[in-house]
């Protein structure tokens, strides 16, 4: 069967993967001229990547790390380490770590947690250890109950002390939702954390070897390419038609360059698009539709990923490093993580610079000013004194709507892949499913959306019908 899915993120493409799997025909269209939405990159006029997001593979991606194996590229991703490490900013230039043994789940974990005393006193170790309990023994339900509350009430329910969430929770918050622990759903973090406490190396990160574009994307698109699907770059969805039954007669592609409007039809359609571009493009009908009305709740998040070429090696750390400052996120010397940006000599700081609703319309300059000033803490001996690091040049990514905005009690607002309207199906990362708002997230809503294609009655009125028969999918998403 034919499938017209609009967005090429990792989520219409993962779609497309398995729908070509199950013995069907797609067809993706991208409205931008890259591939990736949220993992897209660019090289600039020397010949240097700079990316959408600094992004990190973590062990506890079972649909990714099986999709890399299916494709034969998982050779791709550069392992670090079996360490989280991060920074202290009471002392800074100098890093905490904790290190993971290689014994079993949860014993790793809390061997780390045990021999870190930098960041817990003994009380808050024991006091957090009892506040995770009901989450390992209750797994996922009680997870998803502790969606009303805030990471930072659900500490203080557990007689952790605020503080705790501002100086240490600061990192796992931004780093995974770009916003604060007193704004974060608390789902979010027991989600992660317990994940990482289920999974020897859940916690283990990596790294991709170049740009996500070419060396992730790129071979997706040759393999659904090759299984008789389609790709097309510069293709935006303008409006979704429909019959007069409510289900969808076809998508209307905007004409670009004086071209006209093309209605494209298909047995089934997949919404691969973020959140905010869907909600403004739903018809009239559905907007009156209780399940579609659900998604007035989800809203992207602004974030912002910097890129700054040093003159000289700040450091040798090779892997990813959580600053615990106001201002930034998570970053990485990207000369040391990475195969293809790789500089024995010259660092290439990736910053991410979350929460980011207060910087997202400042100029780049400023973004650049306070930066700077902050990496000043993060390696003194680089920053300070007679002959400081020199920027060579900088590029400012701003994503004014990411991932969906992870406040308390958005759970209850994220749609399934499967919709009322029989023809019509939804992928992507806001999606639902117990990934949250991440590549592994977006990458198993593909395959989900794929499945329950797979198992959807033909609509009647649908303009492929010569082509009935369908094989069962061959790859079960991995829960
Ligand atoms: C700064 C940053 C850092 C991140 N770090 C990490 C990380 O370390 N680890 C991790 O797992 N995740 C990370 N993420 C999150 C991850 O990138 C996303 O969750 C994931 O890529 C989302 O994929 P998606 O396909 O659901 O959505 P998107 O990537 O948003 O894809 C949607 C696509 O739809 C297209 N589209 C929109 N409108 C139309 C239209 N009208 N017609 C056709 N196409 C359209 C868009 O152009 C886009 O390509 C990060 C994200 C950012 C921004």
């Known amino acids: 069967m034919r499938v017209a899915i609009a967005g090429a993120g990792l989520a219409g493409l993962s779609c497309a993967k398995y729908l070509i799997d199950a013995g069907h025909t797609p067809i993706v269209f991208e409205r931008r001229d890259v591939l990736g939405g949220l993992v897209a990159a660019w090289k600039d006029a020397d010949g240097d990547w700079y990316e959408t997001g600094l992004h990190a593979f973590f062990g506890a991606y079972p649909n990714m790390l099986q999709l890399l194996k299916e494709l034969g590229i998982e050779d791709r991703l550069q392992w670090k380490q079996h360490t989280l490490i991060f920074n202290q900013p009471d002392k800074p230039g100098t890093l905490s770590r904790f290190d993971v043994p290689d014994i079993p789940s949860p014993f790793n974990i809390i061997a780390s947690i045990i021999r870190n005393n930098d960041m817990l006193t003994w009380e808050q170790k024991i006091r957090f250890a009892i506040g995770l309990f009901p989450a390992i023994v209750r797994g996922q339900q009680y997870v998803e109950e502790m969606d009303k509350y805030s990471f930072s009430e659900w500490l203080k329910r557990q007689g952790i002390g605020e503080r705790v969430a501002t100086d240490v929770f600061i990192a796992a918050s931004k780093a995974l939702t770009f916003i604060n622990p007193e704004d974060v759903s608390s789902t979010i973090l027991l989600t992660a954390l317990n994940r990482f406490l289920q999974e020897r190396y859940g916690s283990k990160i990596a790294f991709l070897d170049g740009s996500p574009t070419e060396r992730l994307c790129q071979p997706i698109v040759d393999y659904i390419t090759a299984g008789g699907g389609e790709v097309r770059l510069n293709a935006p969805l303008k409006e979704i038609v429909l019959n007069s039954d409510g289900t969808v007669k076809g998508f209307l592609m905007r004409g ?3 071209e006209p409007d093309e209605l494209v039809t298909a ?7 973020s959140v905010d571009p869907l909600k403004v493009m739903l018809p009239e009908p559905w907007k009156q539709m209780e399940f579609f009305q659900m998604l007035e709740g989800l809203e992207g998040v602004p974030v912002i990923n910097l890129h700054l070429w040093f003159d000289r090696k700040l450091t040798d750390i090779d892997h990813l490093l959580f600053s615990r400052s106001p201002l930034l996120s998570v970053y990485a010397d990207m000369s040391n993580t990475c195969r293809e940006y790789a500089n024995p000599d010259r660092s290439m700081l990736e910053l991410v610079l979350a929460p980011a609703k207060d910087w997202i319309s400042k100029s780049d300059e400023e973004i650049i000013a306070a930066t700077m000033a902050d990496l000043e803490k993060l390696f003194p001996d680089h920053f300070t004194g007679d002959n400081p690091a020199k920027l060579l040049k900088s590029h400012v990514v701003k994503t004014p709507r990411s991932v969906y905005t992870a406040t308390p009690g958005r759970q209850k607002y994220r749609p399934p892949q499967k919709t009322p309207i029989s023809n019509f199906f939804l992928s992507g990362s806001y999606t639902m499913q117990r990934y949250l708002g991440s590549m592994e997230g977006a990458v198993l809503s593909g395959k989900l959306t794929a499945q329950a294609i797979s198992e959807a009655p033909l609509v009647a009125n649908s303009s ?16």
């Not at 047995?267 to 698009?273: G, P, Q, R």
């Not at 492929?464 to 069962?472: G, K, N, V």
């Open 256 to 258: 670009l360059n004086g």
């Open 267 to 273: 047995d089934f359609y997949v919404s691969a698009m």
């Open 464 to 479: 492929h019908l010569q082509t009935p028969t369908r094989p069962p999918a061959k790859n079960a998403a991995t829960a």
